[in-house]
Every structure is written in structure tokens, then in C-alpha cells.
């Protein structure tokens, strides 16, 4: 009982990432829905861009990546450290973690 207890709670845990994975590179479209997050050196406030893109419309990791706001007023420039996809969302970051603090988010795009 106690190893299938365990089991359980170890298949729950493993479940929540199933569909979350790494990947070297992401596309998608200029017109995708995307947004930008900065939680700065603290990590406890942080801000949200809605409606930011990209100077580009693909990045690998290894890639700089310029972020704009709507105004087309440069807000961040970062090197991509990670690129994690779940759900035909794409998480762009300059962390190598999985909690990140800054990262360019958009919908819809494709990964390899």
C-alpha cells in the first residue's frame, strides 16, 4: 500500500511537467499574442507588458533577443538561455531555471 501510495504521488508530481519541455529554438508569427515579464533584481515585483514583441520572429538559444512595448520603445534586450513550450505557448528567458523572473512569452508558436 505504502508503494503504491507513493507511486501515485510520483506519477502526480511527474504529470504536472508532461507536457512542458525544453527545446532549442521557437517561431511564430509577428501577429501572435505575446507578452513580457520582469520581476527585476528582487523577484517580488514585477511588471507586465501586454501586446510586447520581439525584433524577431524566431530565436534559438544562444540568441540576443530586443523586446518592445506596444510604442515600439525598446524595454529589455536579453541572451536566450531557455526556451520551454507547454501548451502552444512558448517561454523565452535569459534564465537557465525553471522559475523564471523575466521572460518573453507568445502563443502559438512552433518549436525543435
Not at 65 to 80: G, S
Amino acid at each position: 500500500m505504502k508503494k503504491l501510495l507513493g507511486i501515485v504521488v510520483l506519477g502526480l508530481l511527474l504529470s504536472s511537467n508532461a507536457y512542458a519541455k525544453t527545446y532549442k529554438t521557437a517561431s511564430w508569427s509577428h501577429s501572435a499574442d505575446s507578452a513580457y515579464n520582469d520581476c527585476g533584481f528582487t523577484g517580488f515585483i514585477c511588471s507586465m507588458t501586454m501586446d510586447a514583441k520581439a525584433h524577431k520572429t524566431s530565436t534559438r538559444v544562444g540568441d540576443y533577443l530586443t523586446i518592445y512595448d506596444k510604442n515600439k520603445k525598446q524595454i529589455d534586450e536579453f541572451k536566450v538561455k531557455k526556451i520551454h513550450y507547454q501548451n502552444g505557448q512558448c517561454w523565452i528567458t535569459p534564465q537557465p531555471i525553471r522559475k523564471y523572473k523575466t521572460y518573453f512569452v507568445t502563443y502559438n508558436c512552433k518549436v525543435k
